[in-house]
């Protein structure tokens, strides 16, 4: 049997994390929430992502490296990025 109690706290901790990444989502620019949402969850290339939003890949990539930036200065490492957005 799961230990009601761990079981509690893995779901206190997943909120947690989902109201944290909700908050970083909400701090950028739509464009950035866009690209961002995009790039780490539906895993679209630059190309695709790109196209679907109707601009060109040269705004598109300078768009995802500013709004990394932002978020490596909320976060503290582009390395958690991904796996923090992948939780």
Do not use: C, W
């Amino acid at each position: 049997d799961p230990n009601p109690e761990e079981s509690l706290e893995k779901r206190n901790t997943a909120n947690a994390r989902k109201a944290f990444v909700k908050n970083l989502l909400d701090s950028m620019s739509e464009r950035e929430r866009q690209i961002l949402i995009h790039y780490y969850f539906d895993e679209m290339s630059y190309d695709e992502i790109a196209s679907k939003l109707n601009i060109g890949l040269s705004a598109m990539k300078v768009t995802l490296m500013r709004a990394k930036e932002k978020l490596k200065n909320k976060i503290g490492s582009i390395d958690n990025i991904s796996h923090l957005l992948a939780s």
